[in-house]
Antibody, heavy 121, light 108 residues
Framework: EVQLVESGGGLVKPGGSLRLSCAAS????????LNWVRQAPGKGLEWISY????????FYADSVKGRFTISRDNARNSLYLQMTSLTVDDTSVYFC??????????????WGQGTLVSVSS | DIQMTQSPSSLSASVGDRVTITCRAS??????LNWYQQKPGRAPRLLIY???TLHSGVPSRFSATGSGTDFTLTISSLQPEDFAIYYC??????????FGQGTKLEIK
């Protein structure tokens, strides 16, 4: 069974940093690209970052570019998101999601349960 | 950037009703369109990919059509467990992706 389990969320002050983790199991981790998607309280879904299986392709949304860094450790079956210079607008539940080939394009076929990041003074 | 616009933003319906949700892209995305369902406090769940293909395990009362810029998700006979928020997602610009703002389906 595919499982994705996020951790590392919490309360942080504006300007602070936080590192999220996503532990994966039940599939060949290195064979899949992974995404971070966030959801502000009461709001919709926002894609923020992608990393390919071999970490050779990395992309960010403009809203986090230069502040967030995605990485992965295929030996540990783990995905990470290093977040710096956090603002109140970064307050969200952060989900990791597996990218899969679905028909002609990609889809996110498995998601973690999410971890809440609250940025407040 | 490709903008995804869903309508309506919210919808009230009764068990047994047929409902349709629309998603429009700001430019053509061919059929690079997925639909997700999200219940309160839960992660999104993939329902439909490639505009019209039902994901494994998704009930057949869900269906979807569309290509280019206009897409629809239909639930043929609403069940109590279908009341949730539905999101469309374009992956034409994959791995960069964007979601619609969501449609909240509520019980009338």
């Amino acid at each position: 069974e595919v499982q994705l389990v996020e951790s590392g969320g919490g309360l942080v002050k504006p300007g602070g940093s936080l590192r999220l983790s996503c532990a994966a199991s039940g599939f060949t981790f290195r064979s899949y690209g992974l995404n971070w998607v966030r959801q502000a309280p009461g709001k919709g879904l926002e894609w923020i970052s992608y990393i390919s299986g071999g970490s050779d392709h990395i992309f960010y949304a403009d809203s986090v570019k230069g502040r967030f860094t995605i990485s992965r450790d295929n030996a540990r079956n783990s995905l990470y998101l290093q977040m710096t210079s956090l603002t109140v607008d970064d307050t969200s539940v952060y989900f990791c999601a597996r990218a899969n080939l679905c028909g002609v394009g990609s889809c996110y076929d498995h998601w973690g349960q999410g971890t809440l990041v609250s940025v407040s003074s | 950037d490709i903008q995804m616009t869903q309508s309506p933003s919210s919808l009230s319906a009764s068990v047994g009703d047929r409902v349709t949700i629309t998603c429009r892209a700001s430019q053509t995305i061919l059929n690079y369109l997925n639909w997700y369902q999200q219940k309160p406090g839960r992660a999104p769940r993939l329902l439909i990919y490639a505009a019209s293909t039902l994901h494994s395990g998704v009930p057949s009362r869900f269906s979807a059509t569309g290509s280019g810029t206009d897409f629809t998700l239909t639930i043929s006979s609403l069940q109590p467990e279908d009341f949730a928020i539905y999101y469309c997602q374009q992956t034409y610009t994959t791995p960069l992706a964007s979601f619609g703002q969501g449609t909240k389906l509520e019980i009338k």
